[in-house]
């Protein structure tokens, strides 16, 4: 909930260009995507465990699996096992990101359309959009009525915020 005070987010326009991240920001990236690469979900345990705190993965913190993050991952996932989680992820990542300041926080947030909504320039932009919706937020919409894609957040110190798809 937003009160009357709260920082107005301050968003970038999209970028591709990841030599402008900063260093840290590049570092859990790079260490994310080493361990999509795995195809194994149980491998993004090595970048969750690097943050000092854990990511989130939803909104709402009540999961029947418990606290285990690799087990939250793996309900959210459709396949009960990770692997969407881990399709997921990838295209989330190889699309733009938008720079988000938020007060004296500063988050780098992907897939940049999420914040920064534009027509897909052709059908394979679209389709490439369409891979960062899980399965489960398909039936679903946003607020602005577009499917929910997952997002992916992680803060100029390399801190990784979060991992979801909620408005």
């Known amino acids: 909930?937003?009160?009357?005070?709260?920082?107005?987010?301050?968003?970038s326009e999209p970028s591709a260009d990841l030599t402008a991240l900063p260093a840290p920001v590049r570092?859990?990236?790079?260490?994310?995507?080493?361990?999509?690469?795995?195809?194994?979900?149980?491998?993004?345990?090595?970048p969750i465990d690097w943050n000092e705190v854990r990511p989130?993965?939803?909104?709402?913190?009540?999961?029947?699996?418990?606290?285990?993050?690799?087990?939250?991952l793996k309900v959210l996932s459709f396949d009960k096992k990770g692997s969407e989680t881990i399709a997921v992820a990838r295209a989330v990542f190889a699309q733009p990101y938008v720079r988000i300041v938020r007060g004296p926080v500063t988050?780098?947030?992907?897939?940049?359309?999420?914040?920064?909504p534009t027509p897909?320039?052709?059908?394979?932009?679209?389709?490439?959009?369409?891979?960062?919706?899980?399965?489960?937020?398909?039936?679903?919409?946003?607020?602005?009525?577009?499917?929910r894609p997952t997002r992916i957040a992680i803060a100029a110190d390399g801190?990784?915020?979060?991992?979801?798809?909620?408005?």
């Open 1 to 11: 909930m937003k009160t009357k005070n709260a920082p107005k987010d301050v968003i």
């Open 27 to 46: 570092a859990i990236r790079d260490k994310i995507l080493a361990a999509l690469e795995k195809n194994d979900v149980e491998a993004l345990r090595i």
């Open 56 to 72: 989130l993965f939803a909104k709402s913190g009540t999961f029947r699996a418990g606290t285990d993050p690799i087990e939250i």
């Open 107 to 116: 988050l780098y947030e992907w897939p940049a359309f999420a914040r920064r």
């Open 120 to 147: 897909p320039a052709d059908e394979d932009e679209a389709c490439a959009r369409w891979a960062c919706v899980r399965f489960a937020d398909l039936p679903r919409s946003n607020a602005e009525g577009r499917p």
């Open 159 to 167: 801190v990784w915020h979060y991992f979801w798809s909620e408005d």
